[in-house]
């Protein structure tokens, strides 16, 4: 709340104080409660003894490799929000300085911000397709991009620099062989460092989002092997299924105290 354009902001304060005080006598009258956040677990657990960590993470499904064309552009791809918080204007920016490299855009470009994006001279570097229906993302953007762009804020719902793992995108370029190029938030540094696909970088610093754009176009078989591996890794422990069993313990713990 404290960071919520919507809200004026001289009442972001005591809108965050009231519903602090709301939350607490609510969660004590639960019968069970899911947190998709490790803080807000931590928050909660004291007020609700039944309750568990359950991310969002992607059904697996064995989706098919890349098929780049080997005399195609090299295309960086996002899609989903286009909003400030994912900094598309510094990903543009970066990508215009590395020649061949492209930026494939998708999702709803309007407002304020997609103007100023439009209006940006690195805009030259974007093939932006729209809004695209998520069945059909394997086929028009992931099978033919060489990595994922995932440069997210430092937002409050990230805790500033310690991120978050109930971000869909992260895993789902993974879970579709792409290697990354995310934000250097500590809890996907975790995953990276350990599953080997992709790299991390300051989302702010043009200089190093345009170096991971080189490395991944000058180490094409590299790349592609953080793809298999980040792939590999949604298969065995990224998945709905590894989470959702906290969210099953929940409702049988909730079911036994039923009769």
């Known amino acids: 709340m404290l960071a919520k354009a919507w809200i004026p902001k001289p009442l972001r304060g005591a ?3 009231v519903y602090t005080v709301f939350e607490r ?19 909660i657990e004291n007020w609700v003894p039944n309750n568990a ?31 400030a918080q ?5 990903v543009i920016r970066a990508i215009s300085t ?16 997609g103007d100023r994006l439009q209006a940006m001279p690195e805009w030259k570097s ?20 060489v990595a994922g762009m995932c440069l997210l804020d430092y937002i409050p719902q990230c805790k500033g620099t310690v991120g978050n793992l109930s971000n869909t995108k992260f895993f ?9 190029i995310c934000t250097d938030f500590d809890l996907w540094k975790e995953v990276i460092d350990a599953e080997h696909c992709g790299i991390c970088v300051n989302p702010h610093n043009i200089e190093e989002i345009s170096g991971a754009i080189r490395w991944i176009l000058d180490h094409p078989e590299e790349a592609k092997q953080m793809g298999r591996r980040g792939n590999a890794a ?15 313990q929940v409702y049988e713990a909730i079911e036994k105290t039923m009769g």
């Open 25 to 43: 006598y609510i969660c004590k009258r639960l019968d069970g409660y899911i947190a998709c956040y490790h803080w807000t677990k931590e928050r």
């Open 234 to 248: 949604v298969k065995e422990k990224y998945n709905w299924a590894a989470t959702a069993k906290g969210l099953f």
């Open 172 to 180: 789902e370029y993974m879970l579709n062989g792409l290697p990354l």
């Open 53 to 83: 960590l359950v991310f969002n993470f992607p059904e697996w499904q064995p989706n098919g490799a890349q098929n780049v064309p080997a005399d195609g552009p090299r295309y960086f791809c996002y899609a989903g929000g286009i909003s």
């Open 126 to 145: 974007v093939d932006f397709v729209g809004r695209i229906g998520q069945n059909e993302l394997p086929e028009k953007m992931y099978s033919k991009s």
């Open 86 to 90: 994912w900094l598309h204007e510094n």
């Open 15 to 17: 809108a965050s104080a």
């Open 98 to 113: 590395v020649p061949g490299a492209r930026y494939l855009l998708a999702g709803n470009l309007s407002g304020p911000y």
